[in-house]
């Protein structure tokens, strides 16, 4: 249960604020590709400029391991953040230092300063204290708006928030409250949908699944392992077959905690992983020695449709196939598609995140249709397993400390 407060225009108002974001977009040929966590942490702190919040900025970008690598510099975040806020956006050429505290402390109310690369110094991953305070240096209050970053115990999301004040932003807050809607307090029926390539990688996330939904549809290669557990042939599909033991036990949880899962009821197959491979549809078992599954068939759309139209609220985390490659991206876009019909006509809670959702959302066009979509990786899995999250717990353990001031 997350005890934190969220920063509101009020409290923001004529304040120095430091702000963590995850402005982490791609980018290519020094232009970014994608914007859309730029163009929601932009919408998420523009009231708190309105009101008069003196905002320094903090985001790390790419993996310059702590050396000063302009390779991965921030600066193409810098137009982009401008643009979506619609006002000027200074830049600070560090994120520490006399300079970039002077920077911060000359903001007029209203105005904004995007600082340089946080891993550019080795202390923001070392969650090292004596960084932390110098971070603290940019501003009164410090606010966490970056839910992406939260399972990581690093200098600007954990240690900075013994040093201020700190609240969650509104994006931030916006991402538990849906998150926590879907996993702790669903409306039932509830499905999940997890897929994706390995069954190990997503063991604590299926075992914690089990007693909070009432189906999980596994899907990808993590089906094939699946089937290889029941008996199935699956040719050289892609399978971990030291996992089949952990699917017995997954089962057995799952049994007891009266969750049903469900399994593709045909499969499609081909005997290249190519695009516009030749591909055959078929019921399960009947994969050759030679072939590959790479997405499930029409007759699985056609039933886990069904389960979708019985269902109130889906959690959906991984791909049905290999969708990055026509013609297997069939299942994942047809299902993805069916999710966001049925939230359209408002009989569904549909909440979905990690990078590869994300981009098979974007694929079928259905992204902006969700309920809710995060664009958190690593954190939207840890939360799925259960876990507590380090940025989230240092913001619960200034949440006295706030109570007492205010």
């Known amino acids: ?31 970014v590709s994608d914007a859309t966590r730029i163009e929601r942490f932009a919408k998420s702190i523009k009231p708190l ?21 302009m390779e991965f510099t921030i600066i193409p975040v810098l137009s982009e953040l401008a643009i979506a806020l619609g006002q000027d956006v200074k830049f600070a050429k560090d994120c520490i230092g006399n300079d970039t505290v002077a920077a911060s ?87 999940a949908v997890v897929g994706g390539a390995k069954v190990s990688s997503k063991i604590a996330v299926l075992k914690n699944l089990v007693s909070k ?15 290889l557990a029941d008996g199935y042939t699956i040719g050289k599909s892609l399978a971990e077959p030291d996992q089949v033991q952990t699917v017995h036990e997954i089962r057995d949880l799952a049994k007891k905690a009266n969750c049903r ?9 081909a005997f290249e992983f190519a695009a516009h491979a030749k591909s055959v549809t078929a019921n399960l078992n009947e994969c050759p020695p030679e072939a ?49 019909e049925l939230t359209r006509a408002g009989s569904l809670i549909s909440i979905a995140g990690g990078g590869d959702t994300v981009a098979a959302l974007n694929l079928a066009g ?21 876990k507590e999250l380090p940025g989230i717990a240092a913001l619960n353990m200034t949440a006295e400390k706030l109570k007492r001031i205010n």
């Open 105 to 191: 402390q000359m903001l007029k109310d209203g105005e904004i300063l995007l600082c340089e690369n946080l891993r550019f110094h080795a202390g923001e991953e070392a969650n090292d204290v004596a960084f932390a305070k110098e971070l603290a240096r940019l501003g009164d209050i410090y606010v966490n708006d970056a839910f992406s970053t939260a399972h990581r115990a690093h200098a600007s999301t954990y240690a900075i928030a013994n040093e201020l004040p700190a609240y969650a932003g509104a994006l931030m807050s916006e991402e538990i409250n849906a998150l926590t809607a879907a996993l702790e307090n669903p409306m039932h029926p509830a499905i």
């Open 49 to 69: 400029l309105v009101a008069g919040a003196k905002i320094t900025v903090l985001s790390h970008f790419g993996r310059p391991n702590g050396q000063r690598n």
């Open 366 to 386: 259905v992204a902006d249709d969700f309920t809710y979509v995060s664009t958190a990786g690593g954190a939207f899995l840890e939360w799925l397993e259960g």
């Open 292 to 340: 590959m599954i790479l997405d499930a068939g029409k007759k699985s759309v056609v039933a886990i449709g069904e389960e979708f139209t019985n269902a109130k609220t889906i959690l959906w985390n991984g791909p049905m196939g290999a969708f990055e490659m026509e013609p297997f991206d069939m299942a994942t876009v047809a299902l993805a598609r069916k999710a966001a």
């Open 261 to 269: 899962i469900i399994l593709p009821v045909d499969v499609v197959y």
């Open 213 to 227: 939904v009432d189906t999980i549809v596994v899907g990808g290669g993590m089906a094939n392992t699946f089937m």
């Open 1 to 31: 249960m997350s005890s934190f407060q969220t920063i509101n225009a009020q409290t923001a108002a004529g304040k120095r604020l430091v702000v963590r974001a995850d402005l982490n977009a791609p980018v290519n040929n020094g232009s």
